[in-house]
């Protein structure tokens, strides 16, 4: 039985990861954290999560429970903190949080010295499929054709454009050999001019309760070909990420993808 802790646990997405774990009998929920003040701290995650009481409270303090991996669906500053706390507990760590900075994933690598760590934006398995399929295309169709990204999001989403949308410019600008600083164009207003040759569009929708679909287009002059990927429930994310806390459960520090916890 793996023992996993769940970080930003009464969010949507960590809230369908208990859920599911408490499920199943390959894992234990050990600990559940939340910000401090969170209305729901010190109540049973069990109950929190609609199933029986598991006597394990919801806090917002130190890990406990001698968890072997932390999944951690939050917000940057606090996957950061309960990542190196961790670390020092020789807890791998499974986190699905976006929107880290620069520094911040600097950070991460360090902590990867210490412990098994996996950070995606997207822990769907069709999604880190597709993450493998676009660069390939991309190569294949050549310079001739635009690329464009477009994800549509609930409206509570906080971040944009989506952290899979931006994986997606990224393993396309690695197998074509664009620069994704200089070459992305994230929406357009107003008289822009002709498109560029190496431009990869990303746009952002936010609309309503989409659980995330994300479409790239490859266009040239004649035809228009398009990968598309629909998200029409969390337990896509949810189980990905259990299936990828089961791979990353007692093996060695460094930093491990998606889609080799994954099988893609």
């Known amino acids: 039985m793996i023992r996993i802790a769940v970080n930003g646990a009464c969010g949507r997405m960590a809230m369908r990861v208990t859920q599911l774990a408490l499920e199943d009998p390959e894992f234990q929920v050990v600990c559940a954290m939340e910000r401090p003040g969170h209305p729901s701290l010190g109540k049973d995650i069990g109950i929190l999560a609609g199933k029986e009481a598991i006597g394990i409270a919801l806090t917002s303090s130190s890990l406990t429970g001698r968890p072997q991996v932390l999944i951690d669906f939050s917000e940057p500053k606090s996957s950061l903190e309960r990542a190196r706390e961790a670390a020092n507990l020789g807890a791998a760590l499974l986190i699905g949080t976006t929107g880290f900075t620069e520094e911040q994933k600097k950070e991460l690598q360090a902590v990867a010295q ?38 549509v999001h609930h409206r509570f989403k906080k971040d944009a454009p989506s952290g899979t949308a931006l994986r997606l410019a990224e393993k396309i600008a690695e197998a074509t050999g664009r620069n994704l600083a200089g070459d992305a ?8 001019g002709e498109r560029k040759k190496n431009e990869i569009g990303i ?4 609309a309503g309760d989409a659980v995330g679909d994300h479409t790239v287009i490859f266009s040239c002059l004649g035809e228009r070909i398009e990968l598309v990927h629909r998200a029409t429930a969390r337990d896509a994310f949810a189980r990905g990420a259990l299936r990828a806390a089961k791979f990353l459960a007692g093996r060695p520090p460094g930093f491990y993808q998606a889609t080799e916890a994954l099988g893609v």
Not at 122 to 131: D, K, R, Y
Not at 132 to 145: F, Q
Not at 203 to 206: K, L, Q
Request: with cysteine; charged share 20%.
């Open 203 to 206: 746009h952002a929708v936010r």
């Open 114 to 151: 210490r412990a098994a760590c996996l950070v995606s934006p997207n822990m769907s398995v069709g999604v880190n499929l597709l993450f493998n399929l676009v660069g390939k295309v991309a190569k294949a169709l050549g310079d001739e054709y635009d690329i464009e990204i477009v994800e």
């Open 185 to 192: 164009v994230y929406g357009r207003h107003g008289l822009v």
